[in-house]
């Protein structure tokens, strides 16, 4: 045999055209690491260690000494053994640009847009950009939303990024959809903007003129090195020995053959995106893996006369382009099942999967969910097997599928490639899926067909199904198909089909997955669309054979995912008479943000190791609530590496915090009261084996009574915090008396995980002197950092020291746990003495940290026939989870929020916080608000239901008046609100569309689109004047320049960049001259959290007051001097001894509540805004597609419109997020199932509106703000609720199609399976429906 496992190979790999030789590379150590910790290149970022984010993008690169083409292509960092990378070229996001030599045209346009926040998965998406044009300088733009599809961003709302890449796309490439029969190049449509434009209103955002243009000739050369090698090396079996995995790499048939069969467990890792995340989330760890590198026949394509012979080994994108080519040459009736293939190949996974996944992988896999093998099935493939006693060859069917002894592999096979048959004439192939998301989202249900039939007839001479997703592996309909074969293709056959299909197809009712009624209902709607499919096809090929599809169905068979994205905005333009030297009012970029793109910007986990730096890994509960028997870390301890195991006990009378409840502990001792709870936390060398050890602590636990995860069980428990809060306003009972209707409801919105794309991270430094310690961490509050650390080391506050320079998002979820993170991880360092680093992985973060706080919300509502709302009795309930966290305040802030835009006359609310055995849920972007008032805009939309009038009516009759006193006697100006209503209906032509919707509707039965106006008010307030208070420094420096220091946090909203702006306005200087570092408890001590909105407002002001200070200071020697620089100024001052720093302060806002007389003044002021959302859904699969989207906003005087109008815009996502998409999974025993971007689906590119626009108000006082700003950073989140309520203006049209009259209830988020059950019809009606506690379900509803 010509591989030899006696010595290990060099690996040999180029990045950023650097030579890599790397002697003892092990197998388990993945690029991305390897770039972060050994090369240093932190550019490239961890978000979630399982393909699922992008955020770890990267280009390989390869060159073929067979073709002597280089392949370009982009693939996850995260995935990919360095093993793999033999002879590979890496280009990371430092490899393309830096501010030091040149950026690229890619990271300048991504910044230039404003196309980051935070910037965490900025390098990400340059490297995916990148990636594409390397291959294509000017690509369209479809193949720009493939790929960008496999990158995730939390902050921006992607729109800002899509125009970023849409400037290096063909010119002529425009939206060519004629979406709501308009194009985006139509004249009309863009009058009103130029119109604008003209009136001085308008203004682009960026100059594209001063971009640098796209130069493929600065691009590295492919390193001609690895060309001699690929040519000339003489083809070896190279093996890498890892501490537990040996890596064998074949490079010939042969080779391959003699491996497996002396290894015949070890799995072949092709593109590792099976055996990768099965090693890290399931700790699956083989001995030997098997990854062949460039064997011709594995990547070998022939043509034979009916088909194809496709290697196993080529990639799902090559595939992609093998089958494309194909369906070009061949004529379309022998390409059904290639199309079929295409159709899945372009949402399957993101192109970084697509990229290195291959064909072989995917049908071994043999994964429920494979949107290939149901289609490889029914179109009758055949594997070639081949090993080292020879080939054969097999069916691709349901006992292959199965793993059937006699149909599967041996385990010495392997297999070489795959045929795939062309159709045949008369013969239809159909592939159907729906996933939780359009894109990069594993399928619900998927599902193969195909027909053959009688030549010229419509008689069945074959037909075959395959469903994926129902069980644990593709699943073949077999006896159904058998029934019908023979049978004419008309609706006799349907019905009957629909009936054996689900007696065939069973799924019980605990199915893992769960979504059981949803999934047999997709079972039997993708049959009725393949049954539409067909009779169209049969139509066209024989006219006589059937009847016309009616026209009502026709619609249902279009695809309507765009991928072209309009946009206008519109914001206000700075005063002519405004000095240019002056920022404040314009579109000024996000100061990082040509850091963020270039990969320089350093996030905590960036900053360097330091000698002797330990990792920590914790060690969680894994019951929701139980005694905790023992606790054995003797296995751990064993580990090498492993310094030390921390449990309660250790912590002894330090394991609580002053601002906790009593029983409240840092690492649970005695009992457990959720799941994911910490329980201990490991410490070793590296980060690698505190996580090793970390499993194998051994928890015995006893399981307690009571449990209780839901609000329903809460209830029934009298589980609340207390005090239970309470407003009421006029007489509600007595106007219950005298109201015309009264109506009853509920409306249940589930919870929402921060997803922020940098995990909780936190490093901690010991000085060795005087207790000091450096705290770098990822938080909104360094000082509760500063102060949990200080408490849990028994030292003053003055000895820690708590660094943030910036957060990879927050969105209210770095605040308190992460102060309990940082106190144990400071525990540790303060013992062994030695820094400590805390970085969690995606799936803990999730776990441990909580979210935002699941609702239900019961009301009664009494209104006059006219529609007016004169009483409304409403509760909250917010599922608090195990600790008190901010769940009173939220519950707070939810009730003074409740009222939204509307004046009700009597109205008695009372909001309690559950208690209950999950994790804590706390601060979330609009704290409460975007719940609380999803309450009262669905109460409102069933007293429009039950009066019969429309929404918008009922809305505008009971909106504020221009002078007004809300609930708790707090004056209101609303004018503004009823402004940003009136603009809106205006800009959408609201009515003109509403009524082409209900043509549309008219004209479609299975598609119905919606439309939905929804106004929003937003009060600003922080709950104390206390809580408002802010502190700035600020230092001159001899040579004029400035240092800034303030205490809010930069997390992505660009408040460092306001505040230069702000410093340069007050003290008349260039922005260019002032810099700011970052946030420190050294600097601002007893800063308050950063958040509600009003970090800018608060520490803009806190700047104002010192930067005038220096002024005064200053103005005598400025007034001899007026000509003068900063420099002259700054050294006269000196030699006349001034101070050239100073401290600024902002007290806060006034602010008073007294919830005994539930009245008070505790907002400062309102932000008013309107959203305008259009959607289309599919009444069978439950799918939906955003057409468009108006936003009219009034921000008062916007500091920076580019930085706003991104909040706007992240905050809208955001909310569509929470109230369409995002869902969080738990079983019956509290244990969370969503766990990473592959479970919990966040907004993706596929979720923007096909049109967003965004317009602002023009410019209006607003008292007591800093140059009558408005904060803008939660209140569009609620906006996101437009898209909720035109769904349901969508499903209501479906539901009156089929008969169904007056009011119906929809939780939130509506997702595919919720739009589809509520658009019941004949299916949904077949299907089976289990009795509810007859059975355990696989989930509930917490
Ligand atoms: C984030 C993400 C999203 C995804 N989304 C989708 C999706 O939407 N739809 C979908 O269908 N799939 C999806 N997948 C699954 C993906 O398509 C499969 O993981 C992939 O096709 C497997 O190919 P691979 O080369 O990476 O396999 P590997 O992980 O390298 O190997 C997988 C298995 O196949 C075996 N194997 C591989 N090649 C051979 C061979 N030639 N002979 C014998 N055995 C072999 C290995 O032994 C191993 O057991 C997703 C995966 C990820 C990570
Ligand atoms: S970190 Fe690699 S895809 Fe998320
Ligand atoms: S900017 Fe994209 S995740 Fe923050």
Redesign the pocket.
Known sequence: MSFALNGPSELLFYVNGRKVLEKNADPEIMLLSYLRKKLHLTGTKYGCG???CGACTVMISRYDPGTKKIRHYSANAC?LSICSLYGAAVTTVEGIGNTKTRIHPVQERIAKFHGTQCGFCSPGMVMSLYSLLRNISKPSMDQLMEALAGNLCRCTGYRPIVDACKTFCKATDCCQSKQNGICCLDQEENKLLNSEQENGACEKLFQEEEFLPLDPTQEFIFPPELMIVAEKELKRTRVFYGERITWISPVTLRDLLEVKAKYPDA???????????DMKLKGIFPSVIIS?DGIAE?NAVNYIDNGLTIG??C??AQLKDILTNMVLELPEEKTQTYQALLK?LK????SQ?RN???????I??R?S????NPLLAVGNCTLNLASKDGKRQIPLNDQFLMRARNSD?KPE????SVNIPCSRKWEFVSAFRQ?PRQQ????IVNSGMRVLFEENTNIIRDICIFYGGIGSTTVCAKKFCQKLTGRAWNEDMLGEACRLILDEIFLPASAPGGMVEYKRSLIVSFFFKFYLEVLQNLKIMNPSLCPCLPPECGSVLEDFHSKHYESVLRYQKVDTKQSPQDPIGRPIMHLSGINHATGEAIYCDDMPAYDQELFLAFVTSSRAHAKIVSIDTSEALKLPGVVDVLTGKDLQDVNSFRDFLENEELIATEEVFSVGQLVCAVMADSDVKAKLAARLVKIEYCDLEPLILTIEDAIQHNSFYEPERKIEYGDVDEAFKTVDQILEGEIHIGGQEHFYMETQSMLVVPYGEHKEMDVYVSTQHPKLAQDIVASILRVPSNKIMCHVKRVGGAFGGKVSTTGILAAITAFAANRTGCPVRCILERGEDILITGGRHPYLGKYKVGFMNDGRIMALDIVHYANGGFRLDESIFVIEMGLLKLDNAYKIPNLRCRGLACKTNLPSNTAFRGFGYPQAALITESCITKVAAQSGLPPEKIRMINMYKEMDETFYKQEINASNLIKCWNECMAISSYYARKAMVDDFNKKNYWKKKGIALIPMKFPIGLGSVAAGQAGALVHIYLDGSVLVTHCGIEMGQGVHTKMIQVVSRELGMPMDNIHLRGTSTETIPNANASGGSAVADLNGMALQDACQILLKRLKPIISKNPHGTWKEWAQEAFNQSISLSATGYFRGYEYEMDWGKGEGHPFTYFVYGTACSEVEIDCLTGDHKNIRTDIVMDVGCSINPALDIGQIEGAFIQGVGLYTLEELKYSPEGILYTLG??QYKIPSFCDIPSEFNVSFLPPSEVAHTLYSSKGLGESAFFLGSSVFFALHDAILAARQDRGFSGVFTLNSPLTPEKIRMACEDKFTKMIPKDEPGSYVPWNICI
């Open positions: 399982g393909g699922g995935l799995p072949i890792v092709m593109g590792n995106t099976t055996v990768g995340p062949p594995l196993a080994g990639s799902l899945h949402t399957l996974a993101g999967i290195v996944a291959s064909l072989g992988g995917n071994i896999s994964h969910t494979s949107d290939l592999l096979e392997i297999l070489v996933a990069n989202a594993l399928a971007p592959e």
